[in-house]
C-alpha cells in the first residue's frame, strides 16, 4: 500500500476488484448538466423526455460512467491512481434514484511501467448498464509516487 491507502502496483494481483456504489439523485442530474454544459432535454426535461421511447428522463452516461471513477480513486487500484483510457459501452439507462454499483477487475498488470488494465461494469438492480476497460498507472513501493512519471511523459496531472 502506498502513503494514502491506496495499492502499488506490486500489490495487485490479476481478478482482484472492488466496487463502489451511488445513488444518482436529481440533484446530481441538475449538477453534472451544470459542471459539463451538457443539457440535454434527456436529462433535464421530463417533460420532453417522457415522449420518447424512454419514458422519462436518464441520467447523462458519463455521470453514471464517473461511478467507475470512484471505484478507481477509491477503492481500487485507489489514491494516487492516475486514469490514462477508457472505453465505454452504454447498454441501458440510469434513472434518477436508481443506485449505480461499479466494478472493477485487474485484468493484467505490467510492472515495470506501472500500467494496470481493469475491466469496468456498472450494474443497476443486477442489470449491467455500462461496461467497458481501464487503464489507468499506480503508484510503485520503489519510489511511492505516480506524479514524477506522468510528468516525465509529457502528462497533465
Known amino acids: 500500500m502506498n502513503r ?22 436529481e440533484a446530481d442530474l441538475v449538477l453534472f448538466a451544470g459542471v459539463s454544459g451538457d443539457n440535454n432535454a434527456m ?10 421511447p424512454f419514458g422519462g428522463r436518464i441520467a ?8 467507475i471513477s470512484a471505484a478507481i480513486a477509491n477503492k481500487m487500484p485507489g489514491p494516487g491512481t492516475i486514469y490514462l483510457g477508457q472505453n465505454l459501452r452504454f447498454r441501458a439507462p440510469v434513472r434518477p ?23 469496468t461494469i456498472c450494474r443497476v438492480g443486477g442489470k449491467v ?8 498507472m499506480t503508484t510503485t513501493s520503489q519510489s511511492g509516487e505516480a506524479v514524477p512519471e506522468c510528468q516525465q511523459v509529457g502528462l497533465l496531472v
Not at 447523462?60 to 461511478?67: D, I, K, N, R
Not at 448498464?129 to 489507468?136: H, K, T
Open 129 to 136: 448498464v455500462v461496461e467497458g476497460d481501464a487503464l489507468v
Open 97 to 119: 434514484g436508481e443506485t449505480v454499483h461499479a466494478t472493477v477487475t485487474v485484468t493484467e498488470i505490467v510492472v515495470d511501467r506501472r500500467r494496470v488494465t481493469l475491466s
Open 43 to 52: 436529462h433535464v426535461n421530463e417533460e420532453f423526455a417522457a415522449a420518447t
Open 4 to 25: 494514502l491507502n491506496g495499492y502499488d502496483v506490486e500489490d495487485l494481483r490479476v481478478g482482484m476488484s472492488a466496487s463502489f456504489s451511488k445513488t444518482i439523485t
Open 60 to 67: 447523462h452516461g458519463m455521470l453514471t460512467a464517473s461511478v
